[in-house]
């Protein structure tokens, strides 16, 4: 089978390799979609402290069950399924307090185990373990199922960001996670959902198909109070419940605590590159507001479940974010149209061709 590997910083390959077999408690897919963000573009640019080359890449994987191994229960060939990407150790203390997006054991698709931007993928029995595929509804696209983990990742944000009825919410970044958690925040009763980026193309195109109340674009030299009246006077003069940075930028995060009302809770959804993460803060908003600061990391397997669900419920609609589709042959491709910022959202289907 073709298979895309990741050899060292800046080397991905096209490689034939043999189609691997489903052992003892697991699962051989057929790759559907393979869909594609910023974090397939980071490895290929500086790979990851998880990972040694070679190794096939890909983490946000739908596909279709073709070989079922010794010992799996519940799966036969033919089953649609999406497959999480984080992989949590179901058992450590962590995992056991109900924090498994946490899991200090985690492991990941497409970085221990190979990934999904290959004809065909092993789900290894971690994942199996922890109940970590999902089965897709007949009227669920392939396409659709391959978002269903960057959904699960933004859900877990906005659980954790406490994202409710009656909140208003702003979005900074207006990339595929971006517009992903404007859909979700209405979906989770949010009263008024801004946009803010500072890419002001990439703006108009996002808000024309997720309609955020506010679209606010940040030109270089915008001061920040000029942005910090804007969100007041739009929220109606507080400020916002919610600011959620879904752009990997250090001035984002040092101006978002500023725009938050009293009690309000700052999303650190996208992280910063590694070396260049330290930040400048006012504490004493966060002391004199009592706002809350959280991160997120990935998501768990209920969230994948609970994201599949959204999706299939028309409840969060994600196939109109999908601008550009790929064969395998054309990975490069993929990860340009990301790096360019032409694509929203970009996904791989390993069996097209060109
Ligand atoms: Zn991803
Ligand atoms: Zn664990």
């Known amino acids: 089978m073709r298979a895309a590997k990741w050899w060292a910083p800046g080397d991905v390959r096209l490689d034939d390799v043999t189609t691997p077999g489903a052992a003892r408690g697991e699962l ?9 963000c910023g974090t397939d573009l980071k490895i290929l640019r500086s790979g990851h402290p998880n990972m040694t080359g070679p190794q096939v890449m890909g983490h946000e994987v739908a596909g279709t069950v073709v070989e079922v191994g010794e010992d799996v229960d519940g799966w036969v060939p033919g089953d649609r399924v999406q497959v999480i990407a984080a992989v949590p150790c179901g058992t450590c203390e962590v995992c056991l307090a109900g924090r498994p ?3 200090p054991r985690q492991t990941s698709i497409g970085y221990q185990y190979p990934g999904g931007f290959a004809e065909y993928m092993v789900v290894p029995a971690a994942v ?5 595929v999902n089965r897709v509804p007949d009227h669920v696209t392939s396409v659709e199922a391959s978002l269903v983990e960057p ?14 009825e009656g909140d208003s919410v702003l979005v900074i970044g207006s990339g595929p996670i971006g517009c992903m958690h404007v859909r979700l925040a209405r979906a ?4 008024q959902v801004f946009l803010l980026d500072a890419n002001a193309e ?4 996002a808000a024309a198909l997720v309609r955020p109340d506010l679209a606010i674009a940040v030109e270089a030299g915008t001061d920040r109070q000029g942005v910090l009246d804007q969100v007041r006077a739009a929220s109606g003069g507080l400020g916002v419940d919610v600011v959620v940075t879904a752009a990997a930028s250090r001035p984002a995060q040092e101006g978002a605590l500023a725009l938050l ?5 700052l999303s650190l959804f996208g992280g910063l590159a590694r070396g260049d993460s330290m930040i400048s803060i006012d504490s004493n908003l966060v002391h004199y507001r009592e706002l809350t600061v959280v991160g997120v990391n990935g998501s768990s397997p209920a969230h994948n479940r609970e994201a599949l669900r959204l999706i299939a419920s028309g409840e969060v609609v994600v196939a109109d974010l999908v601008t550009h589709s790929f ?14 910022g032409e694509a929203i959202k970009v996904t791989v289907e390993p069996h097209a061709h060109d």
Do not use: F, T
């Not at 989770?188 to 009263?191: C, E, N, P």
């Not at 990439?202 to 195109?205: M, Y």
């Not at 009302?261 to 809770?265: K, S, V």
């Open 261 to 265: 009302a009293p009690g309000g809770r």
């Open 28 to 36: 051989l897919l057929r790759v559907d979609n393979c869909s594609a």
């Open 327 to 340: 064969p395998l042959e054309r990975l490069h491709d993929a990860l340009e149209a990301i790096a360019s």
């Open 151 to 164: 959904l699960a990742c933004v859900l877990n944000g906005q659980e954790l960001a406490r994202v409710g």
């Open 188 to 191: 989770r009763g949010a009263r």
């Open 101 to 103: 997006s946490v899991c």
């Open 128 to 132: 199996l373990a922890v109940d970590g």
């Open 202 to 205: 990439r703006l108009e195109r």
